[in-house]
């Protein structure tokens, strides 16, 4: 399968969107929902939606991978922030009545200190040299993954420096109807984004691993197409998530076509540095746009996933490395059933 987009921020959703007034499903203690209307948004027509490539969208964190020290690295998705005062006048903004449509940001001053390490999305806007925020006020960034950091264990539980491997889900290359795990190089995975899923991430809602023996994995974007999606109305879209079952998943992604296809988001005038207005758009870029169960009004995490429908292997070959791996690695438990078949993820039970 040919390489697809990388997520290296906010995707938009393929239909236009409108907030109504009655506590959300997704997010607890927030007194709203965002759902798609049946009309397809500008976005998608200009990024040639009907000739687009559906995939899976996973329910995860989001990682990256990119040189750092020398030697190809997993990143950790860290967004920097407005501080207090900043987002409190960003926030009065948003909800301001005035036809007002520029927001002063000093982006020296209104936003917390970062890692030095941090670095970027890429793609984003820069204004003399500084990278700037997006819509939501946020300037989407990496920072590399430290064997040692507490922060990010279950990131670096999924990775070996010595060895530059990763631990990745995917399709067998010869039976798409079978997952495979297989220890993968990481200069396989330069410049991808991938989703970390597992035991402690987002609430686990594919069922790996458990509380005394975890399991993470990781999976490139765009690992999983759909191959019979309906067409892009809103009532089929509906059917086929509740009905189907290859429905059984978070939401989709539509890796489209290069190009620039966003014009202007709002404006925003950078004080000390600049007095023109500021024109947010999105250069040419592998450009992607989703649809989540939540934008329909469904429910997730489900107890079902398609994901836990498929058989999976296990395919390590470790011995290449000549090396003995730590003992409560996940590799080293990998390597332990190598070439082990199971029934679903869910069945995969790591004897440590």
């Known amino acids: 399968m040919r390489r697809l987009g990388s997520v290296q921020r906010k995707m938009p959703c393929v239909f236009v969107t409108e907030v109504k007034e009655e506590p959300s ?44 020290k020398g030697q190809p690295y997993l990143w950790a998705r860290l967004d920097r922030k407005p501080n207090k005062l900043a987002e409190k006048r960003f926030k009065n903004f948003l909800h301001s009545k005035q036809n007002s449509k520029e927001f002063f940001w000093n982006v020296e001053e209104d936003f917390k200190p970062v890692p030095e390490c941090w670095i970027p999305a890429k793609e984003i806007e820069q204004l003399n040299g500084n990278p700037m925020p997006d819509e939501n006020g946020h300037i989407p960034g990496w920072v590399p993954v430290e064997k040692n950091n507490k922060q990010y264990c279950w990131h670096s539980s999924v990775v070996n420096y010595e060895f530059e491997i990763a631990l990745v889900l995917r399709h067998h290359p010869d039976d798409p109807g079978l997952l495979e795990i297989s220890a993968v190089p990481l200069s396989d995975l330069l410049e991808q984004t991938l989703e970390l899923i597992g035991t402690n991430i987002n609430g686990n809602p594919y069922g790996l691993g458990s509380k005394k023996h975890p399991l993470h994995l990781l999976i490139p974007h765009g690992a999983f197409q ?12 509906l059917s086929w998530f509740d009905g189907c079952r290859e429905g059984k998943i978070e939401g989709i992604v539509w890796h489209c076509n290069d190009g620039c296809l966003i014009k202007m988001c709002f404006r925003i005038k950078v004080m000390k540095m600049s007095r023109r207005p500021y024109i947010l758009h999105i250069p040419s870029w592998k450009f992607m746009l989703n649809v989540h169960r939540h934008h329909l009004g469904l429910c997730w995490p489900i107890p079902d996933t398609y994901m836990n429908s498929k058989p999976v292997i296990i395919n390590m ?9 730590d003992a409560k690695c996940l590799f080293n438990h990998f390597s332990k059933i190598d070439n082990q078949k199971f029934g679903r993820l869910k069945d995969i039970i790591l004897n440590v």
């Open 25 to 68: 499903t997704k997010r607890e203690h927030q007194p709203f929902k965002v759902l798609a209307t049946e009309t397809v948004s500008h976005k998608a027509l200009d990024a040639d939606i009907y000739n687009a490539i559906p995939t899976e969208k996973v329910d995860g964190t989001c990682c990256y991978v990119t040189n750092y």
């Open 226 to 237: 759909i191959r019979n999606l309906p067409t892009l109305k809103h009532s089929d879209l």
């Open 317 to 325: 070959n470790l011995n290449k490395y000549e090396y003995a791996f």
